[in-house]
C-alpha cells in the first residue's frame, strides 16, 4: 500500500523537532546559549526569507503587528534563550519530556484572557501534566539539573504564550505565515546577540557548526514548511496525536546520537506531561461526532480549544483568499522545537 505524502511529511514533521533537542546540546558546545540562541533563529529567518515568495507567504497587516511581536518574542527569542540555557545541564530527552506539557499554559491563558471554558479532562489533563513536570523537575537529583529544569518549563511556559498569541492571527493567516512572521520577529529581537552569533561561527568545531546549521534549516525552516504541508491534507486528530511522538522520538534520537539515558523518574514524569496533554487534547466524544469534516482538508468544521489547534474559527475574507484555501484552515505550528 503506497503511503500518501502527507504522512511521510507528519513523520519529517516529528523527526525534525524530535531531533532539534539533541542538535541544541551540540550546538551549546561552541556557541553558547546567547550565540545558539541567535543563530539558530538567523539561518532559520534566512531560509524562510528565500522561501516565502513560493511559498505564497503574505506581507502582514499592519493591525496585526503588535500581536506579531508577543509571537515572536515569546515563541522564538525567550524560547530560544530558556531552551538552550536550560539544556546546558538537563539532558536532550528530558528537555523534550518538559517542553511537551507546553499545551498546560496555553489552555490556561485562552481561558483567563479568551474566556474559554476549561472542561473536567482539561482540568484534569493540566493537573496530571504539572505533576508530571515537577516530577521530571526533581529526577536529576542535583541543584544544578533541577535548577536547569524550571529553566525548560519556564520554555514551554512561553512557547504556551506564542500558542495562545497564534491564535487571533491564525483567523486570518497560515500556521506558516505565522511562524515566518514570528521567527522573524524573534530574530530581530535577539540581534544584540550577534557578538556571540559571529564568536561561535569563528571559533566552534565542525560538529558545533554543522549541528547549529542544521537546527535553523532542519526543526525550524523545513519543519515548518512540511508541517504546513501535511496539516493541510489530514485530519486534525492525526496531526495533533502525532505530536505525542516527539518526546519518545527525541529520547531515541539522543540516546543514538548523544548516549544520554533519562533516568526511570524521569521517564515516569514524562509519561504522567504526555497523558495530561493527551487529556488537554480530548474532546468529548459527542462533539467530536458532530463535527463535518471539511470538505478540502478532511478535518472538522469545528476546531477545539488546545494548544496545536489555533485556527481561530473564521476565514479571511473571500477577497483575500488565495488559491491554497486548504492551508489557510490547519492548526497553528506548535512552536520551534
Known sequence: MKIPKAIWALALTVFAWASAFPAIRVGLQGFGVAGLSLARLMVASVALAIAAPFLGVRAPRRRDLPMIVLCGVSGMSAYQILLNWGEVHVPAGTASLLIAVAPVFSVLLAAAFLGERITWLKSVGSVVAIVGAAV????????????????????????????????????????????????????????????????????????????????????????????????????MASSTAALYLVPPVALVVAYVWLGEVPSPLALVGGALGITGVALINRRPRREASGDAPDALTGEPETSHTDEWDGAGGKEPPSQHRTARPAERRGPAAPGLK
Open 136 to 235: 521530571i523537575a526533581v529526577a536529576g537529583g542535583h541543584a544544578q539539573y533541577t535548577a536547569s529544569a524550571w529553566v525548560v518549563l519556564a520554555a514551554a511556559v512561553v512557547q504556551g504564550v506564542y500558542h495562545f498569541a497564534t491564535k487571533p492571527l491564525l483567523a486570518w493567516y497560515t500556521g506558516l505565515e505565522v511562524a515566518c512572521y514570528a521567527m522573524w520577529a524573534g530574530t530581530l529581537f535577539l540581534l544584540p546577540l550577534v557578538p556571540w552569533m559571529v564568536h561561535g561561527f569563528a571559533t566552534a568545531s565542525a560538529a558545533s557548526l554543522a549541528s547549529t546549521i542544521f537546527l535553523g534549516l532542519f526543526p525550524s525552516a523545513v519543519g515548518f514548511v512540511v508541517w504546513g504541508y501535511a496539516v493541510a491534507r489530514l485530519s
